[in-house]
């Protein structure tokens, strides 16, 4: 979860870790049978007589679409030419985002994977030896991909993420012509809305059906664990991140975060502050806001010595003298890979667990935790 100053921070910065392109066409409306989605307000899916129609929105631009694929089993099959076509099932694809990983390691997919980018953190254990033996290609950083290396992978697709700014890198790559699919589940408002892309992704591999399955059963056990939380007899106070360079990025009340302290049934002191992504703050006036918080996670430090080491200040805090700071690193390798980027984002039932299990042990006795790790 956390690569440098808080993990909240450090999960935008591996999301926008992806190359992409901007596209505000209107397009015409299209008839079928609409997919239902409980919680994903990014995309929509419409079940056509001869293929499936995918529309991406735009997050930044409201009324206006990003893309739109249409999903064709014969390449024979006309579609429409205010989208790209996609024959389907893909069987060779680049990944530029390690959440596309973690969607493709639950629907079983990850064979399909032939490129990626910035394998230094990526954590499957599968992508990375294939990297190792060159089954899978290193294309270097995602926003200045190297597009000849990515010509000669002769992949189907590109998924990659997006972001509301046009770049050379992005020209490139539609110039090459690749179909590009963009994912932009990270601009979902909800961590299930979030999880809930697996749909978008199942629908390239011909695995709607799986997709609807794990979703299904992820919701199911998150609300679960947030009605169990409900039975706490206590809210204990709460903070997040750490300083980096002067700087100390705190969640927002309305982040992926926030809602995991929510209902977790913590008490944070910015849970009623609407922001999606982090407010900014320095060491002093955290400290003087959460100085007695009872737990403090977010830290990408593995010893309360480290952290001692890395600002004295950091022990004026209560949970630090309490040993009660958490990373979310167990789950990590060495390079800098870490599992909470990639199948964190599939499974929020999981992280909402962690969550629980460290604000409420007496709640959850036998759970062990999946991705968070007391600091020793």
């Known amino acids: 979860m956390l690569r440098k100053n808080s993990f909240f921070i450090a999960f935008l910065l591996v999301l926008l870790c992806a190359c992409s392109g901007k596209r505000n066409g209107q397009y015409e409306s299209v008839k079928g049978s ?13 079940h056509a007589s001869k293929y499936t129609i995918i529309t991406v929105f735009n997050p930044w631009v409201k009324g206006k679409i990003y893309d739109r694929y249409y999903l064709v089993k014969d390449e024979k099959t006309v579609t429409p030419s205010d989208g790209q076509k996609i024959i389907v099932p893909l069987t060779k694809v680049m990944v530029n985002s390690t959440t596309h990983i973690g969607f493709l390691e639950a629907l079983n ?17 599968v992508v990375v030896e294939n990297v190792k033996r060159g089954r899978i290609k290193d294309l270097g950083e995602a926003f200045n991909l190297d597009i000849e290396k990515l010509l000669m992978l002769h992949p189907q697709a590109v998924f990659t993420t997006a972001y509301n700014a046009e770049d050379e890198n992005s020209r490139k790559m539609r110039r090459s012509g690749i179909p590009i699919i963009y994912n932009i589940e990270w601009q979902e408002p909800s961590l299930l809305g979030r999880a809930e892309w697996i749909k978008f992704m199942a629908a390239f591999f011909c695995k709607e059906k799986q997709a609807d399955n794990i979703f299904r059963k992820v919701v199911s056990q998150y609300n679960k664990i947030k009605a169990l939380a409900r039975n706490a007899k206590t ?7 750490q300083d980096f360079r002067g700087t100390w990025s705190l969640p927002g009340g309305n982040s992926y975060t926030g809602q995991l302290f929510n209902d977790a049934h913590t008490f944070y002191l910015f849970s009623s502050d609407t922001t999606r992504t982090t407010v900014a703050s320095n060491v002093e006036e955290v400290l003087i806001k959460f100085h007695n918080a009872d737990i403090w996670i977010g830290t990408d430090m593995h010893s309360s010595y480290e952290l001692d080491a890395a600002n004295p200040k950091y022990k004026l805090f209560k949970a630090f003298r309490n040993h009660r700071v958490y990373n979310a690193n167990k789950r990590s390798n060495a390079a800098g890979g870490n599992d909470y980027w990639e199948s964190g984002v599939v499974r929020p039932d999981l992280l909402l667990s962690d969550m629980l299990k460290i604000a409420h042990p007496e709640l959850m006795p036998q759970y062990q935790l999946t991705y968070m790790e007391q600091l020793k």
């Open 235 to 241: 809210a204990p106070k709460i903070m997040s991140g």
């Open 34 to 46: 609409v997919e239902s989605l409980q919680y994903a307000k990014g995309f929509s899916m419409v």
């Open 109 to 125: 997919e990850i064979d399909k994977i032939t490129g990626v980018c910035n394998a230094n953190y990526i954590y499957n254990p």
